[in-house]
Protein backbone atom coordinates (compact mmCIF):
# COMPACT_ATOMS: atom_id res chain seq x y z
CA UNK A 1 0.00 0.00 0.00
CA UNK A 2 1.11 3.33 -0.87
CA UNK A 3 1.05 5.59 2.11
CA UNK A 4 0.67 9.59 1.27
CA UNK A 5 1.50 12.39 3.04
CA UNK A 6 -0.46 15.32 2.31
CA UNK A 7 1.15 18.94 3.86
CA UNK A 8 -2.38 20.72 4.69
CA UNK A 9 -5.79 19.54 5.90
CA UNK A 10 -7.36 23.00 6.69
CA UNK A 11 -8.61 23.14 2.94
CA UNK A 12 -10.94 21.92 0.73
CA UNK A 13 -8.48 21.01 -1.45
CA UNK A 14 -6.29 19.48 0.71
CA UNK A 15 -9.56 17.38 1.65
CA UNK A 16 -10.27 16.57 -2.31
CA UNK A 17 -7.08 14.83 -3.01
CA UNK A 18 -6.90 12.71 0.42
CA UNK A 19 -10.17 11.18 -0.60
CA UNK A 20 -8.79 10.77 -4.56
CA UNK A 21 -5.98 9.23 -3.03
CA UNK A 22 -8.01 6.46 -0.65
CA UNK A 23 -10.32 6.02 -3.36
CA UNK A 24 -7.01 4.81 -5.10
CA UNK A 25 -5.91 2.47 -1.93
CA UNK A 26 -3.19 4.63 -0.08
CA UNK A 27 -3.14 5.00 3.04
CA UNK A 28 -3.18 9.07 3.68
CA UNK A 29 -1.47 10.92 6.17
CA UNK A 30 -2.08 14.24 6.82
CA UNK A 31 0.52 17.01 8.20
CA UNK A 32 -0.89 20.39 10.02
CA UNK A 33 0.04 22.99 11.38
CA UNK A 34 -3.10 23.29 13.18
CA UNK A 35 -4.54 21.07 15.39
CA UNK A 36 -8.16 20.84 14.18
CA UNK A 37 -8.84 21.52 10.82
CA UNK A 38 -11.38 20.39 7.54
CA UNK A 39 -9.85 17.22 7.29
CA UNK A 40 -9.42 16.11 10.12
CA UNK A 41 -12.87 14.01 10.77
CA UNK A 42 -12.34 12.22 7.68
CA UNK A 43 -13.00 8.47 7.22
CA UNK A 44 -10.30 8.87 4.49
CA UNK A 45 -7.69 9.97 6.34
CA UNK A 46 -5.85 7.56 8.65
CA UNK A 47 -3.84 9.69 10.86
CA UNK A 48 -3.22 13.63 11.18
CA UNK A 49 0.06 15.13 12.72
CA UNK A 50 0.78 17.95 14.34
CA UNK A 51 3.52 20.14 12.04
CA UNK A 52 5.36 23.66 12.91
CA UNK A 53 4.33 26.37 10.33
CA UNK A 54 6.23 26.55 7.95
CA UNK A 55 6.00 30.85 7.64
CA UNK A 56 7.82 31.34 10.95
CA UNK A 57 9.53 27.64 11.40
CA UNK A 58 10.68 26.56 8.01
CA UNK A 59 13.46 24.61 9.34
CA UNK A 60 11.25 23.08 11.88
CA UNK A 61 8.64 22.35 9.39
CA UNK A 62 10.98 20.60 6.88
CA UNK A 63 12.66 18.44 9.82
CA UNK A 64 9.04 17.67 11.15
CA UNK A 65 7.91 16.37 7.45
CA UNK A 66 10.90 14.28 7.06
CA UNK A 67 10.98 12.96 10.33
CA UNK A 68 7.08 11.72 9.82
CA UNK A 69 7.76 10.44 6.24
CA UNK A 70 10.48 7.99 7.37
CA UNK A 71 8.84 7.27 10.70
CA UNK A 72 5.51 6.27 9.02
CA UNK A 73 7.02 5.15 5.72
CA UNK A 74 5.78 7.66 3.39
CA UNK A 75 6.13 6.86 -0.04
CA UNK A 76 4.47 10.22 -1.84
CA UNK A 77 4.30 13.68 -0.47
CA UNK A 78 1.69 16.05 -2.12
CA UNK A 79 1.50 19.47 -1.07
CA UNK A 80 -1.97 21.93 -1.77
CA UNK A 81 -1.41 25.06 -1.37
CA UNK A 82 1.46 27.75 -0.05
CA UNK A 83 3.43 25.66 1.97
CA UNK A 84 4.74 23.96 -1.05
CA UNK A 85 7.67 26.37 -1.85
CA UNK A 86 8.31 25.07 2.16
CA UNK A 87 7.38 21.43 0.81
CA UNK A 88 9.70 21.61 -2.56
CA UNK A 89 13.02 22.20 -0.45
CA UNK A 90 12.56 18.79 0.64
CA UNK A 91 13.98 17.08 -2.46
CA UNK A 92 17.81 18.37 -1.82
CA UNK A 93 17.13 15.94 1.84
CA UNK A 94 14.50 13.45 0.76
CA UNK A 95 15.55 9.50 0.25
CA UNK A 96 15.04 7.69 -2.91
CA UNK A 97 12.28 5.98 -1.61
CA UNK A 98 10.30 9.10 -0.72
CA UNK A 99 8.53 11.18 -4.03
CA UNK A 100 8.06 15.08 -2.91
CA UNK A 101 5.01 16.30 -5.55
CA UNK A 102 6.30 19.65 -6.78
CA UNK A 103 9.39 20.89 -8.78
CA UNK A 104 12.63 22.53 -7.08
CA UNK A 105 12.25 25.38 -4.94
CA UNK A 106 14.66 27.02 -7.50
CA UNK A 107 11.96 26.48 -10.39
CA UNK A 108 8.79 27.09 -8.04
CA UNK A 109 10.00 30.25 -6.64
CA UNK A 110 10.41 31.53 -10.72
CA UNK A 111 6.67 30.62 -11.23
CA UNK A 112 5.67 32.30 -7.94
CA UNK A 113 7.51 35.30 -8.20
CA UNK A 114 5.36 37.18 -10.40
CA UNK A 115 7.75 38.99 -12.31
CA UNK A 116 10.10 36.55 -13.19
CA UNK A 117 6.77 33.97 -14.40
CA UNK A 118 6.17 37.07 -17.16
CA UNK A 119 9.65 37.19 -17.87
CA UNK A 120 10.07 33.26 -18.59
CA UNK A 121 5.99 33.59 -20.41
CA UNK A 122 7.22 36.32 -22.56
CA UNK A 123 10.81 34.47 -23.51
CA UNK A 124 8.50 31.20 -24.77
CA UNK A 125 6.69 33.59 -27.05
CA UNK A 126 3.62 33.63 -25.27
CA UNK A 127 1.68 37.11 -25.08
CA UNK A 128 1.43 38.74 -21.60
CA UNK A 129 -0.10 42.14 -20.23
CA UNK A 130 2.45 45.32 -20.32
CA UNK A 131 4.35 44.08 -16.65
CA UNK A 132 7.38 46.08 -15.35
CA UNK A 133 9.80 46.08 -12.18
CA UNK A 134 7.65 48.99 -9.77
CA UNK A 135 11.42 51.11 -9.31
CA UNK A 136 11.55 50.89 -13.62
CA UNK A 137 11.59 54.14 -15.91
CA UNK A 138 8.86 51.77 -18.23
CA UNK A 139 7.00 51.76 -14.69
CA UNK A 140 6.10 54.90 -14.11
CA UNK A 141 5.80 55.73 -17.94
CA UNK A 142 3.28 53.53 -18.81
CA UNK A 143 1.40 54.99 -15.31
CA UNK A 144 1.06 58.44 -16.93
CA UNK A 145 -0.84 57.07 -20.05
CA UNK A 146 -2.66 53.63 -18.49
CA UNK A 147 -4.72 52.48 -15.96
CA UNK A 148 -2.47 49.57 -14.33
CA UNK A 149 -1.89 47.45 -11.27
CA UNK A 150 0.50 47.64 -8.51
CA UNK A 151 0.85 44.21 -6.03
CA UNK A 152 4.35 42.34 -4.66
CA UNK A 153 6.36 39.72 -6.86
CA UNK A 154 5.70 37.58 -4.10
CA UNK A 155 2.42 37.21 -2.73
CA UNK A 156 -1.06 35.36 -2.15
CA UNK A 157 -4.04 35.37 -1.73
CA UNK A 158 -4.48 39.19 -3.48
CA UNK A 159 -2.45 40.56 -0.27
CA UNK A 160 -1.19 44.02 -1.06
CA UNK A 161 -2.64 44.08 -4.65
CA UNK A 162 -4.26 47.52 -5.71
CA UNK A 163 -5.64 49.02 -8.68
CA UNK A 164 -4.83 52.97 -9.75
CA UNK A 165 -6.24 54.76 -11.93
CA UNK A 166 -4.05 56.56 -14.99
CA UNK A 167 -1.90 59.43 -14.02
CA UNK A 168 -1.65 58.15 -10.60
CA UNK A 169 2.09 58.72 -9.33
CA UNK A 170 3.50 55.32 -8.68
CA UNK A 171 3.38 53.72 -5.15
CA UNK A 172 6.41 52.51 -3.34
CA UNK A 173 6.27 48.74 -1.31
CA UNK A 174 8.15 47.91 1.28
CA UNK A 175 9.06 44.78 -0.45
CA UNK A 176 9.89 44.36 -4.08
CA UNK A 177 6.66 44.87 -6.18
CA UNK A 178 5.11 44.82 -10.03
CA UNK A 179 3.43 47.01 -11.97
CA UNK A 180 0.85 45.54 -14.68
CA UNK A 181 -1.51 46.79 -17.15
CA UNK A 182 -5.36 46.60 -16.01
CA UNK A 183 -7.15 44.37 -17.55
CA UNK A 184 -11.04 44.73 -15.99
CA UNK A 185 -12.45 41.78 -17.60
CA UNK A 186 -14.00 38.55 -16.52
CA UNK A 187 -11.38 36.30 -14.84
CA UNK A 188 -10.98 32.66 -16.12
CA UNK A 189 -8.83 30.27 -14.53
CA UNK A 190 -7.08 27.02 -15.22
CA UNK A 191 -5.58 24.09 -12.79
CA UNK A 192 -3.34 21.37 -14.98
CA UNK A 193 -1.44 18.45 -14.09
CA UNK A 194 1.66 17.89 -15.81
CA UNK A 195 4.40 15.70 -16.27
CA UNK A 196 7.93 16.63 -17.57
CA UNK A 197 6.24 19.16 -19.77
CA UNK A 198 2.97 17.06 -20.88
CA UNK A 199 -0.11 18.08 -19.76
CA UNK A 200 -1.84 15.15 -18.36
CA UNK A 201 -5.37 17.83 -17.81
CA UNK A 202 -6.85 21.39 -17.75
CA UNK A 203 -9.69 22.65 -16.69
CA UNK A 204 -11.06 26.09 -16.99
CA UNK A 205 -13.12 27.72 -14.72
CA UNK A 206 -14.60 30.81 -13.41
CA UNK A 207 -15.78 32.12 -9.89
CA UNK A 208 -19.31 33.13 -9.35
CA UNK A 209 -19.04 34.12 -5.76
CA UNK A 210 -16.19 35.52 -4.71
CA UNK A 211 -15.08 37.06 -1.26
CA UNK A 212 -12.29 39.56 -1.54
CA UNK A 213 -10.29 37.87 -4.37
CA UNK A 214 -10.94 34.10 -3.49
CA UNK A 215 -13.27 32.32 -5.22
CA UNK A 216 -15.87 30.07 -2.96
CA UNK A 217 -18.48 29.64 -5.91
CA UNK A 218 -16.81 28.58 -9.36
CA UNK A 219 -18.17 26.88 -12.49
CA UNK A 220 -16.02 24.95 -14.81
CA UNK A 221 -15.78 25.60 -18.25
CA UNK A 222 -16.68 22.14 -20.24
CA UNK A 223 -15.17 22.88 -23.78
CA UNK A 224 -12.31 25.94 -23.40
CA UNK A 225 -11.80 28.02 -26.02
CA UNK A 226 -8.42 26.60 -27.90
CA UNK A 227 -6.37 29.75 -27.33
CA UNK A 228 -6.77 29.34 -23.39
CA UNK A 229 -5.72 25.60 -23.37
CA UNK A 230 -2.69 26.38 -26.14
CA UNK A 231 -1.00 29.13 -23.76
CA UNK A 232 -1.01 26.34 -21.17
CA UNK A 233 -0.07 23.88 -23.00
CA UNK A 234 2.76 26.26 -24.72
CA UNK A 235 3.90 27.32 -21.17
CA UNK A 236 4.09 23.93 -19.62
CA UNK A 237 5.83 22.17 -22.55
CA UNK A 238 8.36 25.20 -22.60
CA UNK A 239 9.36 24.88 -18.95
CA UNK A 240 9.23 21.12 -19.06
CA UNK A 241 7.03 21.76 -15.76
CA UNK A 242 5.72 19.16 -13.25
CA UNK A 243 3.23 18.75 -10.69
CA UNK A 244 0.01 20.80 -10.31
CA UNK A 245 0.03 24.20 -12.11
CA UNK A 246 -2.89 26.88 -12.06
CA UNK A 247 -3.07 30.20 -14.40
CA UNK A 248 -5.52 32.98 -13.89
CA UNK A 249 -6.31 34.90 -17.24
CA UNK A 250 -8.54 38.15 -18.52
CA UNK A 251 -9.00 39.84 -21.64
CA UNK A 252 -7.33 43.09 -23.22
CA UNK A 253 -9.31 44.92 -25.31
CA UNK A 254 -9.27 43.04 -28.53
CA UNK A 255 -10.64 39.77 -26.89
CA UNK A 256 -6.58 38.32 -25.89
CA UNK A 257 -6.66 36.43 -23.53
CA UNK A 258 -3.13 37.18 -21.02
CA UNK A 259 -2.04 35.81 -18.29
CA UNK A 260 -2.49 38.07 -15.23
CA UNK A 261 -0.46 35.24 -12.57
CA UNK A 262 0.94 31.69 -11.90
CA UNK A 263 0.17 29.31 -9.01
CA UNK A 264 2.07 26.37 -9.03
CA UNK A 265 -0.01 24.15 -7.05
CA UNK A 266 -4.23 23.12 -6.40
CA UNK A 267 -6.50 25.72 -7.04
CA UNK A 268 -10.54 25.25 -7.44
CA UNK A 269 -10.35 23.62 -10.43
CA UNK A 270 -9.64 20.94 -8.96
CA UNK A 271 -12.89 19.42 -7.43
CA UNK A 272 -14.03 19.45 -10.78
CA UNK A 273 -11.00 16.85 -11.61
CA UNK A 274 -12.50 12.81 -11.87
CA UNK A 275 -11.28 11.33 -8.34
CA UNK A 276 -9.45 8.33 -10.33
CA UNK A 277 -7.92 10.10 -12.48
CA UNK A 278 -6.71 12.87 -10.04
CA UNK A 279 -5.48 9.67 -7.64
CA UNK A 280 -3.35 8.28 -10.65
CA UNK A 281 -1.86 11.66 -11.99
CA UNK A 282 -0.26 11.61 -8.40
CA UNK A 283 0.62 8.48 -8.00
CA UNK A 284 2.01 7.53 -11.40
CA UNK A 285 1.85 10.67 -13.85
CA UNK A 286 4.34 9.20 -16.18
CA UNK A 287 1.13 6.75 -17.72
CA UNK A 288 -1.27 8.57 -16.05
CA UNK A 289 -4.64 9.27 -18.57
CA UNK A 290 -6.13 12.22 -19.47
CA UNK A 291 -8.23 13.90 -16.61
CA UNK A 292 -11.53 13.35 -17.19
CA UNK A 293 -14.40 16.00 -15.45
CA UNK A 294 -16.69 14.90 -12.73
CA UNK A 295 -20.05 15.46 -13.33
CA UNK A 296 -20.92 18.77 -11.11
CA UNK A 297 -20.58 22.04 -13.54
CA UNK A 298 -21.35 24.29 -10.34
CA UNK A 299 -19.31 23.63 -6.83
CA UNK A 300 -19.64 26.11 -4.01
CA UNK A 301 -17.96 26.36 -0.16
CA UNK A 302 -21.39 27.42 1.01
CA UNK A 303 -20.60 29.17 4.30
CA UNK A 304 -17.80 31.31 2.61
CA UNK A 305 -20.59 31.91 -0.11
CA UNK A 306 -23.23 32.27 3.02
CA UNK A 307 -20.94 35.00 4.56
CA UNK A 308 -20.02 36.67 1.21
CA UNK A 309 -23.88 37.56 0.48
CA UNK A 310 -25.18 38.34 3.96
CA UNK A 311 -22.33 40.85 3.37
CA UNK A 312 -23.28 42.00 0.51
CA UNK A 313 -26.84 42.61 1.24
CA UNK A 314 -26.03 44.73 4.44
CA UNK A 315 -23.35 47.02 2.56
CA UNK A 316 -25.65 47.97 -0.40
CA UNK A 317 -24.58 45.59 -3.54
CA UNK A 318 -25.85 43.10 -5.67
CA UNK A 319 -26.63 39.84 -4.21
CA UNK A 320 -30.00 38.13 -5.39
CA UNK A 321 -27.87 36.45 -7.91
CA UNK A 322 -25.99 34.51 -5.32
CA UNK A 323 -28.91 32.73 -4.06
CA UNK A 324 -29.38 30.12 -7.30
CA UNK A 325 -25.77 28.90 -6.57
CA UNK A 326 -26.13 28.85 -2.84
CA UNK A 327 -29.14 26.93 -2.58
CA UNK A 328 -28.79 24.76 -5.98
CA UNK A 329 -25.62 23.34 -6.12
CA UNK A 330 -23.05 21.43 -3.53
CA UNK A 331 -20.65 21.94 -1.26
CA UNK A 332 -17.14 20.69 -2.26
CA UNK A 333 -16.75 19.33 1.24
CA UNK A 334 -19.83 17.44 1.88
CA UNK A 335 -20.22 13.46 0.38
CA UNK A 336 -22.56 11.16 1.58
CA UNK A 337 -20.13 8.19 2.62
CA UNK A 338 -17.64 10.85 4.54
CA UNK A 339 -20.06 13.70 6.12
CA UNK A 340 -18.44 14.39 9.21
CA UNK A 341 -15.91 17.24 7.38
CA UNK A 342 -19.17 19.12 5.75
CA UNK A 343 -21.10 18.70 9.59
CA UNK A 344 -18.20 19.83 11.71
CA UNK A 345 -17.53 22.39 9.52
CA UNK A 346 -17.81 25.34 11.93
CA UNK A 347 -15.87 23.83 15.02
CA UNK A 348 -13.23 22.80 12.59
CA UNK A 349 -13.00 25.93 11.03
CA UNK A 350 -12.22 27.41 14.22
CA UNK A 351 -8.73 28.92 13.08
CA UNK A 352 -9.98 30.32 9.95
CA UNK A 353 -13.22 31.75 11.88
CA UNK A 354 -10.68 33.37 14.26
CA UNK A 355 -8.49 34.82 11.92
CA UNK A 356 -11.67 36.51 9.92
CA UNK A 357 -13.57 37.88 12.57
CA UNK A 358 -11.46 39.09 15.12
CA UNK A 359 -8.66 40.41 13.36
CA UNK A 360 -10.61 41.57 10.20
CA UNK A 361 -8.01 39.25 7.51
CA UNK A 362 -9.60 38.22 4.07
CA UNK A 363 -10.56 34.38 3.69
CA UNK A 364 -7.25 33.96 1.45
CA UNK A 365 -5.25 35.73 3.94
CA UNK A 366 -6.62 33.52 7.34
CA UNK A 367 -5.97 30.47 5.40
CA UNK A 368 -2.14 31.37 4.00
CA UNK A 369 -0.88 33.50 6.79
CA UNK A 370 1.09 30.41 8.58
CA UNK A 371 1.97 28.96 5.02
CA UNK A 372 3.59 31.42 3.08
CA UNK A 373 6.39 31.71 1.23
CA UNK A 374 7.02 36.02 2.41
CA UNK A 375 10.93 36.61 2.20
CA UNK A 376 12.63 37.46 -1.27
CA UNK A 377 16.01 36.48 0.10
CA UNK A 378 14.76 32.59 0.72
CA UNK A 379 15.85 32.18 -3.02
CA UNK A 380 17.59 33.79 -5.44
CA UNK A 381 14.67 33.69 -8.25
CA UNK A 382 15.99 32.42 -11.84
CA UNK A 383 13.58 32.23 -14.97
CA UNK A 384 12.22 28.73 -15.68
CA UNK A 385 14.26 26.68 -18.39
CA UNK A 386 12.73 23.07 -19.48
CA UNK A 387 16.68 22.00 -19.04
CA UNK A 388 16.74 21.98 -15.16
CA UNK A 389 13.74 20.27 -14.09
CA UNK A 390 14.27 18.14 -11.30
CA UNK A 391 10.51 17.02 -10.16
CA UNK A 392 11.55 13.67 -9.01
CA UNK A 393 15.34 14.18 -7.93
CA UNK A 394 16.28 13.14 -5.05
CA UNK A 395 18.89 13.26 -2.50
CA UNK A 396 19.40 11.37 0.99
CA UNK A 397 20.78 13.07 4.00
CA UNK A 398 20.27 12.43 7.66
CA UNK A 399 16.56 13.12 9.12
CA UNK A 400 16.37 15.13 12.04
CA UNK A 401 13.44 14.54 14.13
CA UNK A 402 10.72 17.44 14.26
CA UNK A 403 8.51 17.64 17.54
CA UNK A 404 5.19 16.69 16.13
CA UNK A 405 2.02 15.62 17.71
CA UNK A 406 -0.10 12.88 16.07
CA UNK A 407 -3.80 11.63 16.69
CA UNK A 408 -4.46 8.75 15.29
CA UNK A 409 -7.73 7.06 13.80
CA UNK A 410 -8.97 4.35 11.92
CA UNK A 411 -9.36 4.89 8.26
CA UNK A 412 -12.26 2.91 6.30
CA UNK A 413 -10.94 3.05 2.61
CA UNK A 414 -13.77 2.92 0.04
CA UNK A 415 -13.43 4.25 -3.72
CA UNK A 416 -16.25 7.18 -3.99
CA UNK A 417 -17.43 9.11 -7.22
CA UNK A 418 -18.94 12.08 -4.91
CA UNK A 419 -15.30 14.18 -3.46
CA UNK A 420 -14.87 17.56 -4.07
CA UNK A 421 -13.28 20.62 -2.18
CA UNK A 422 -12.40 24.13 -2.85
CA UNK A 423 -10.28 27.89 -3.09
CA UNK A 424 -9.55 30.22 -5.48
CA UNK A 425 -7.73 34.07 -6.09
CA UNK A 426 -10.72 35.49 -8.68
CA UNK A 427 -11.43 32.49 -9.97
CA UNK A 428 -8.19 30.60 -8.76
CA UNK A 429 -7.04 30.10 -5.48
Known amino acids: MTTALITLGRLP ?99 HDKLRFMETARDIGLPVPQTFALDSPEAADYARTHDYIVKPTLSSAGKGLAIHEVGVAVPTLDEPGLLQQHLPGDELSTFSVAHEGRIIGTIAYRGRIVSGTVAVCFEVIPEPEPALLDWVSGFVD ?123 MSFGEATTEDIGWYASDHLAPAKVSSEDSTSDDKTSDDKTSGDETSSDKTSTRAASDDETSSGATSGGG
Open 238 to 360: GTGHSGFISFDFRRDGKGQLLPMECNPRTTSGVHFADPADLAQAMLDPASARQLRLREERVLQQFFPGLTETQGAFFRGRPWRNNLKYLFGCRDVCWQRRDPWPFLLLTPVSYEILRRTIFQG
Open 13 to 111: KGLELARALAGAGCRVLIAEPWAWHLSRPSRDVAACFQVPAPATSPEEFRDAVLALAEREAVNLVVPVSEEILHVSTLHERAPASLRVFSPSPERLLAL
